[in-house]
């Protein structure tokens, strides 16, 4: 019984959390909502991440190189 006892201890702790939590989360909201929508919807969505052209050729670049190490070394163990 006392692992049962230890379990809702644990999860009457994690409850007050939660809530504890959510009060927060709501006194964020309230607050972006007094200083306007546009806060609002900053606070609620991530902006995308846009990488240069000049990245991604570096990224694709730098994947190349890895993939024909691969291939090659296993090119040389098939011999």
Not at 38 to 62: D, L, P, Q, W
């Amino acid at each position: 019984m006392n692992i049962l006892a230890a379990i809702r201890r644990e999860e009457r702790k994690l409850q007050k959390q939660a809530v504890k939590l959510q009060r927060q989360l709501d006194g964020l909201k309230s607050a972006a909502k007094v200083l306007g929508n546009s806060a609002s919807n900053e606070v609620g969505k991530a902006r995308k991440r846009v990488m240069s052209a000049a990245a991604r050729a570096k990224i694709s670049a730098a994947a190349k190189r890895r993939w024909a190490k691969v291939k090659a070394g296993v090119r040389k163990a098939a011999s």
